[in-house]
């Protein structure tokens, strides 16, 4: 496990996310409403690669033809077979016992905390005074 | 295990018996009196079906047409029940009320059907249990014939045809579903259709093989239907018997049916599991036909595909010839899951078996 | 030796001596009508530009059943630079997957509004014949591991026994293409002409499932959604396309065609072949035109697309239905770019062999396919 600084805060607008590959693996984070997450990129069920699904709400029942749509912007769908599964736990909803997206840990830091390490950023170059998305892998 | 416990079938309760109706007149006998006069007065025919040609080979074994069985309680019950000793014995009168298009006239002749049974064959045999034909050309008509009939406790079961105009789940169909779970009734889904369409979603095919084939197909619509619109959500207690449809085909149907969900759900978000699981606790098959193939230690596996041997129930199909002599059941069922099949099953699946 | 991990499609391509895969199913797609006009008399263009296409359902363009996705369509395969619809780049299908999959062999199959299905017959051959140039044009010729198929207004027997004698001696074309839901079961007499031209081309006869067909969906009317109409319609549309050329005495009439069933799944082979075989023994009278059983025509004359994958929660009962089907005589098949795709070294379960993995993703389409 290692700390990687993966972004500037304010390059993952609220509802973006960024594809980045992390020790060969494939992660993105994605920003929900100010909240960084970071999941694999890879879909568990066919290896379809999450970075073009799309975004939605989620849509929960009570009763046939209840529909309670909640969660704007916290569900990714697998651009293959669809899929949803929730970006803050990387739990999919249609077999949440076994098949969730591997989740990391994501922290906001203030530049001159990382100047002191230990982190990894080699693409970045860290200001002292910026804010940045750090993700442990 | 003894050889006779795997060859009994004591007590066997049979979920598929078709008693026919020798002929409209005798029907003419439970209409009221316009009813029975509008059948003289406007020559009207025998509702037979396509879906069972008279003298076509499955439509009665020659041993049971020679005798003309199946048209009395009395021979049937000495062709069927006594040889076998068969407990019960569940009859779903095929006479086509579903192909009728006059919702008042299916109505009379639904409640002909059902008295004629009731009078007929239930108080001439204690063994028969029989199943209510629902005139479902109108919703209302049908609940009011499912109270009318419910009173007997010897009717078990809401008999639907499975080639319906309408796939059974949509939520027109629910009040009598409401009144059926509210009586402890189950739901028979039967092989045939009213025709009000083509049989299949490409047409009418040329031979009649192919229309009793294109029975299953119906059966795929129905469990998808009834599944997906919630009705076992919105009827917890209801169960839906697929019958004389096969067996076989339901595994890979499944199959698909949770892949697609998988991707769907948004579009039945009420369904919060994998159809599979809730065509296990709510569908329930009869055994003949099986459509298994006749290669040794193939059933066993053919049965695990299944979500559960719960979900069998036995049926002779008296009288359509499904096989000869007393190979009711495919070979190669233990005597485990035989007595399941046979006696436990349906017990479990029709609640009026064991209060009447 | 069992397939436990096989390699992603991304990694196809770096592997040594990878399979060249043949697959049964890619839909390419117009980048817009537009790209048919050149084919097309001027006539029929007109025409569809008045009256639109009149099918045997209401809407000239929306699916009666909304897919779970824009054009069913996986999202990742719409051209970046917004130039079209999924399946309309060639480039694009190339980087996304025909190089890292490896595919040698890629068998077309166009959808959409190429005439078949079409209620005016002589609008529906002009649109078909546009849609088999088109693919010569845009694909075939440009990318020679992708053959096209003879797109046949299947309504119209004749005709498109006219448009196979057309074009079908060309070595562009590798399959004549038909839709599951036609307007009578497809063993029907009205279809033997275009089995009969399919036969003398040596072209095997596919049948993809959806149509028009008039007829409600299923044999119990119109369901509601499309979780209905895609697991149960498609593939109970394919089971009545097999019950069908099988009873009407297809395969005795025309010994030497061979037919594909594409994209309805394959788990419901073997219990239809069950269900066919018991019911023709107690029916031999009805059905004296047949010489066999139905199981024996099945094996013999049809192939089947292994797409979508099916995918029990237990493998075994997987690993069990291939073996009934037959590892030889199933087809993989991706469907891209459709969203149900599925990868030739992701798809199958854990337990298929190389070997049956290599008959299955290879060598079965290079027997089936005249290339
Ligand atoms: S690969 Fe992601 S849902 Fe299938």
Known sequence: MARHVVARVDEIAPGGRKCITVDGRGVIVFNVKGEFYALSETCPHKGGSLAK???TGLVESDAPGDYQHTRQGEIVRCPWHQWEFDIKTGRSYCDPRRMRLMKFDVKVEHGANLVEGPYVAETFKVEVEDDYVVVEV | MTTDQTRSWAGAIDCDVHPRVPSIDVLRRYMDSYWSETVVVRGVDEFATIAYPKNAPLTARPDYAQDKADQDAGRTAKALLDPHGFGHAILNCLYAVQMIRDEHMAAAFARAVNDWVRHEWLDRDPRFRASIVVPYQSIDKAVAEVERCAEDKRFVQALF??????PLGKSRFWPIYEACERHGLTIGIHAGSSYHHAVTGSGWP???AEDYAASSLAMHAQVGSLVMEGVFLKYPKLKAVMIESGVTWLPPFLWRLNKFWRGTRMETPWIDRLPSEIVKDHIRLTTAPFDAPDEPGMLARIIDQLPSEDMLLFASDFPHWQNDGDAMLPPGIDSVL??????DNPLATYPRLTIS | MPLDSPPAADSASKSTNRLAIVDSDIHPAVKSLNCLKPHLEKKWWDHAMTYGFRRRHGSPSVEPYPKSAPLASRRDAWPEDGSGRPGSSLELMQKQYLDPAGVELGVLGPLGNTGQG????????????????WQREAWTSKDRRLKAAV???YEDGYASAKEIER???MKDYAQVFCLTRSSDPLGNRRYWPIYAAAQDHNLPVAFHVFGTSG???TGAGWPSYYIEEGAGGHSTSAQTVVTSLVMEGVFEQFPKLKVVIVEGGFGWLPPLTWRLDKIFERNREELSHLKRRPSEYIKQHIWISTQPMEEPEDRNHLLDTLRWVGHDRLLFASDYPHWDFDDPFRAFPAGVTPEQHRAMCAENGLNVYRV
């Open chain 1, 53 to 55: 699904g799309i975004i």
């Open chain 2, 161 to 166: 045809i499975a080639g319906t105009e309408e």
């Open chain 2, 206 to 208: 040329s031979y009649w």
């Open chain 2, 338 to 343: 035989r007595k399941k099949i046979l006696i």
């Open chain 3, 118 to 133: 079409e209620l005016n017959l002589d609008l529906g051959a002009a649109f078909c014949r546009a849609t088999n140039e």
């Open chain 3, 151 to 153: 797109v046949v207004p």
């Open chain 3, 167 to 169: 074009v079908g001696h």
């Open chain 3, 215 to 217: 007829h409600p969906v």
